[in-house]
């Protein structure tokens, strides 16, 4: 996706790429509005990132492997990173939406709760007033390109929680409250002690259970080993200290629970492809001066 993408077409097309990426718990990439031609489509195309797109008006149809599913106004559907899928607009009443390519530690955690996945990618609202709660927070986004990074962000969490709150499939999960309980408390205490060299079994000890089951868990909730998580997590502390500060590398490795500090580049560029000096000297964002 090019940067600085900034693209309005009257009554046709909004377009934004949002162009701060220091935030780890959600990020957003680009996001938009299109009202769009009969039979307009788009793919196959894998993402890097979530997106997920709400049907204001119009039908078309989600193409994920052999599955096809139809999609009209006041619904969504979702597409997660990696998966090839195709969706075209129908001939005779074409889909306007708007839609968010997002991505961020609690991404996941969001999207679980509110029933939407890869295998059920379609997203249904409550009632109709639910979904035009979402509607607008996401036209909120599209409207204000010019808003700063942290209100941008704001709103992109705001989304999330219309999204949870407002899915019909989140009223399925009341089973999965308790093992959504044990995730938060374990989110909680990973981002409280990621500096200190804390085990798994620590982490699981904390959330009162034992570590096997505690791995399946977090496994079956967040997509992901705790252990490839808490590394993820780790790293990208890592990769924000290192844009954003003038801390020595080898400071940065100990914050993030890393004594060694040739141990901590070779972790850190097994996730970025590159080492903690590389990155920093092609991310490093340059402090402004006060007025």
Known sequence: MPQNTDIQTENKLKFHVFQDERFVDLNLYQYGWERTEPLHSYGPHARNHYLFHYVIAGRGVLYDDDQAYKIEGGHGFLIVPGVPTTYVADREDPW???????????????????????????????????????????????????????????????????????????????????????????????????????????????????RSYFGKVFRDTMGESPQAFLLHYRMARAAQLLKESTLPIGAISAMVSYANQLHFSRAFKAVYGMSPRDYRSTHFVQPQDNP
């Open 96 to 210: 306007e939406y708007t839609w968010i390519e997002f991505d961020g530690l609690r991404a996941r955690e969001s999207l679980s709760l509110a029933g939407i996945s890869r295998h059920q990618p379609v997203y249904t609202p409550l009632n109709r007033e639910a979904g035009r709660l979402l509607q607008e927070q996401m036209l909120y986004i599209v409207n204000h390109p010019q808003a700063s990074p942290i209100r941008i962000i704001g709103q992109g969490f705001l989304f999330l929680d219309q999204l949870v709150q407002s899915s019909a499939a989140h009223r399925q999960q009341s089973q999965r409250r308790l093992r959504d309980f044990y995730m938060k408390e374990a989110l909680s205490f990973i981002e409280q002690n990621y500096q200190r060299d804390i085990s798994i079994e620590e982490i699981a000890a904390f959330c009162g259970l034992n």
